[in-house]
C-alpha cells in the first residue's frame, strides 16, 4: 500500500468524520427541544391556562356575541333613564347593568364623539360607572320611570380567594414533595449500586439456536454436552458425574462467542443472564464483589440458567500485577468471583460462560479445574463454515441469480462470522443504493473492495503524484507475481481508497494457519517491492514506504527472535513475554537476554532486510520493461486485475498463483 505523504502518521478511520448529517453526532433522530423540561413545569402552565380560562373566557364569549353590552357614561345613561328608554337595570356598588327598551346606538349622531373617532354600536343592552357619591336624582328617576331595579352585592372570586390564600402554601408543598422524590431517586441510585447489571433474556423471549450459528461444528459439539446437562441433569446425577461449571469460549473478535452462548441457553430453554466485565467494577470500592453477590443469587435463583460475562479478562486477569502489587477493586471482585464458583452445590444447575480473546493474561485460579475447567476455542471459520455463514447472514435477503455463495466463501479467507455478517449487509445496501430488488454479484464484489482495501476516494488529480503511487503499486504487484510462494495479486488500483493513496491487493489460494519461511521472505520481498520501483524506476525515493518497511521490520524481528528461523541466532526464542502485558510486572522484569544477544538479533535483523531489499531491486531491474507496462496500464486504467497482471509478467510468472477468480472484473 502507498499511505497519504504527510508527516503525520494516518488517523484511524474511526475518529475522523464520525459526524452525521443530523447534527447530534449519530444516527439516531433529533432530540425534542421539550425533551428535557421538567415535568412540574407543565403543572405550572397548565394551571396558569386554567386561571386565564376563569376570567377571561366570559369575556371573550360576551365580546363575540351579537348583543353585547355596550359601554356608555353616565350622562347618556341618565338622560335614556329620563326618557324613558331604559327597562331594567342592576346597581351594584359602582356600577350598573342594564336593558334599553328598544335597541339604541351610542354615540349618538351628532356627538362630538363621532369627530374624535369614536365608533358608533348599537345594543340593547348597557354598562355604565356611577358616581362614586350619592346621587338621590337618580333613584327618583328610575322611579318615575318605572325602570326595573335590581341591586346586587359583588360576591367575591371563591377561586381567586382560594389561591391567594393556599396558593403560596401548596406551591412551596408541591416544591418540597418534588426536592423529596428527586433526593429518593438519587439515594435509591447510590444504594443500586451493588445490584447486577445483568440482562435476563428469559425463556419467551425469541430464541437464538444452534441452527443461527454457522461455521463452529467444533464449539457446538462441544457445548451440546452442556445443553443435555440443562435439558436432563438426572442422567449425569445419577452416575455421579458433575458438569463443568464454567466453561470458556477463546476467539478472536467477531468468531461469534457471545451468540453461542445465547444459542446454549435458547437450545437448553433456561434463564439466560448476560453482562460485560466492566460492568463490576464502578469508582466505589465494594461494589463489584456486591454486583457478584447479586447475579449469583439471581441466577441460582431462576435456575437452571445460565450465567454469561463477555470479556472476562477486564476483571479476571492475573492478580498481584499492578504497580507496586497492591490489591485494586478489580482484584477483590475477581475474588469474589472466585468463591461464588466454588460456592455452586454438586446439582445446582447453574453454568457460568464467558468470552475472551486474550486467555493468555487470565488469573490461573480462574481456570483450575471446578471453576473455568472446559475451554471451548471459536476460531475463524474455514471454507465450508464461511459458506454455512454467509448462507445465514443471506437468509431472508432476495439474491440474483449470479450469486455464488460458493466462491464468496472462496474468497474471503480470514473472514470472521461478523465480517461475513457485515459483507452481506453492505452488498444488500449497496443494491438498496442502485435501486435494485435483488443482490446481485456486482453488489458483493462492491462490499468486498470496501470493506478490504477502503471506501473509494477521488482520483489522485496531481500527475507527478500519480506516476508515483503507479511506480510503487507496480512494484508490489510485480514482485508478487514473478516470486513463487508469495501470495497471488487480486487487483492493483491507483485510485486512494481509506488511507491509502493506492492499493495491492492479495488473496491467498487457501487457509493458512501455519508461515513456512519461505513464504514470509515471498511476503516481505512483495513489501519491499513499493521502495525497491521507486528506487529503480524514479530519481528520488519517497516516503510512501513508511508503512511497509515497519512491516518488514517487525516480521523480521519475529523470525529472528521469536520464530527461530535465522541461522546466525539458532532456534532460540528472544521475544518479550507477552503473557504479562502489565506496566507493574513489566517494570519489574529485565530483560532475558544479554546486550551481545541484543546487538547480535539487530544486526541479524537488519541483514536479512538488507539481503531481501538487493534481491527485489535485482528482480525488478532486471524486469524493468515488465514494470514500465504495468505502471502504464494503471496509469491508463487506475485499476488492473489478476489476469492482467500475470498476462504482463509473462512465462516468469508463477501460474501457479491462478486459482478460480471471481473477482476478474471487480472495479475494473
Known sequence: MFPPNNSTPPQPPGDQNNKQPNG???GLPPKSPFSGVPRWSWLILLGVLLLWSVFRVPDMVNSFSQDAPIDVPYSFFYSQVATGNVGEVVLQEQSATGAFRSATTFPPDGSELLQQGVQQQTSTTFTTTLLPVDDPALTTALREN???VTAQTIEPNQLLIFLLNWGPLLLIFGLIIWQTRRAQRQMGGVFGFGRTQAREYNTERPQIKFADVAGQQTAKSELAEIVDFLKEPEKYIALGARIPRGVLLIGPPGTGKTLLAR???GEANVAFFSISASEFVEMFVGVGASRVRDLFA???????????IDEIDAVGRQRGAGLGGGNDEREQTLNQMLSEMDGFDQNESVIVMAATNRPDVLDPALLRPGRFDRQVTVALPDRSGREDTLKVHTRGKPLGDDVSLVELSKATIGFSGADLANLANEAALTAA?????????????DAF??????NQSPPLSNLQERRVVAYHEAGHAMVAALTPHADPVLKVTIVPRGQALGVTAMLPNDDRRNYPRNYLLAQMMVMLGGRASEEVMLDDITTGASDDLRRVTGMARRMVSQFGMSDAIGPLNFGEDERQPFL????????????????????EVRRIVDDLYERTKTLLSQNRDKLEALTQELLTNEVVTRTKVM??????ANQSQLPADIFENAGA
Request: aromatic residues 6%.
Open 24 to 26: 447530534n453526532g449519530g
Open 146 to 148: 318605572n325602570v326595573t
Open 263 to 265: 444459542a446454549v441457553a
Open 298 to 308: 439471581k441466577a441460582k435463583a431462576a435456575a437452571p440458567s445460565i450465567v454469561f
Open 433 to 445: 443504493r442502485h435501486n435494485r430488488k435483488r443482490i446481485v454479484m456486482n453488489d458483493f464484489l
Open 449 to 454: 473492495d470496501r470493506i478490504v482495501l477502503g
Open 584 to 603: 507493574g510486572y513489566s517494570l519489574s522484569q529485565s530483560r532475558s537476554y544479554s546486550e551481545e544477544t541484543a546487538a547480535q538479533i539487530d544486526n
Open 647 to 652: 498476462e504482463i509478467a509473462g512465462e516468469a
